[in-house]
């Protein structure tokens, strides 16, 4: 069975604090992918990054980052130095190179100034 | 260039009525996606088309819902005899790859 597990409901935080979304995923493929999205009020998915099974390599861009750990199933997401601007929904999400991607529930992020 | 747009962006029905919902994907984009969000949850996949055929339609809850593409552009998805537990919001997304872009969504609403 395929599962995306992000257990942090809410979380809250005051502006400049870094924060770490957890995201948990079970699958029996070896090759699968997995996707950051951040939905803001406005509601519409915003695309943040994609990694590949293969590759374990951590990533950052700018103020985000991602820890890729297949011993753990995990794929956490970092924001340091958080803005009010961060404040959205965040959902990670998993695909195994068929149609069908599946989301978590997703993490609420406030940023308060 | 052009993003996925949907309409209307906001439906409100009655039980019992049926509804249509539009989804105009990216530009050449031959793969498009329905999902449907229900409050404090995850987008939830309901079809998948690749050009004009449903490639994969195991989402769709039951025989109320629908959806079809017949010209591998636009898609309506078809909903009849709405129930209330029908509410939800309503994404559609379009790719030429792994990554999926995705609409605005519509907000359907039954009363």
């Given amino acids: 069975a395929q599962k995306v597990t992000q257990a942090q409901t809410e979380i809250s935080v005051v502006e400049k604090e870094d924060v770490t979304l ?9 090759t699968y992918y997995l996707f950051w999205y951040k939905q803001p009020p406005s509601g519409e998915l915003v695309f943040l990054i994609r990694r590949n099974s293969f590759d374990e390599q951590n990533e950052i861009s700018g103020r985000y980052s991602w820890n890729f750990q297949k011993s753990t199933s995990s794929f956490n997401f970092t924001i340091t130095a958080s803005q009010v601007v961060d404040s959205a929904v965040y ?13 978590g529930a997703g993490t609420r992020l406030f940023v308060k100034a | 260039g052009a993003g996925v747009s949907q309409t209307p962006s906001n439906k409100v029905t009655e039980k019992g009525k049926y509804v249509e919902l539009r989804c105009d994907p990216i530009s050449g984009h031959t793969a498009l996606y329905w999902y449907r969000q229900s409050l404090g949850q995850g987008p939830e996949f309901l079809i998948y088309f690749q050009g004009t055929g449903a ?57």
């Fill in chain 1, 22 to 30: 957890d995201c948990v995923y079970e699958t029996r493929d070896t």
């Fill in chain 2, 55 to 111: 490639a994969d339609d195991s989402g769709l809850p039951n025989d109320r819902f629908f959806a079809v593409r017949p010209e591998g552009s636009v898609s309506t998805l078809k909903i009849q005899r709405t129930e209330r537990g029908d509410s939800a919001v309503y994404l559609c997304a379009s790719s030429s790859g792994l990554r999926q872009y995705f609409g605005p969504g519509t907000r359907l609403t039954v009363t």
């Fill in chain 1, 91 to 103: 959902f990670c999400a998993l695909n195994t190179g068929g149609f069908k991607t599946i989301f």
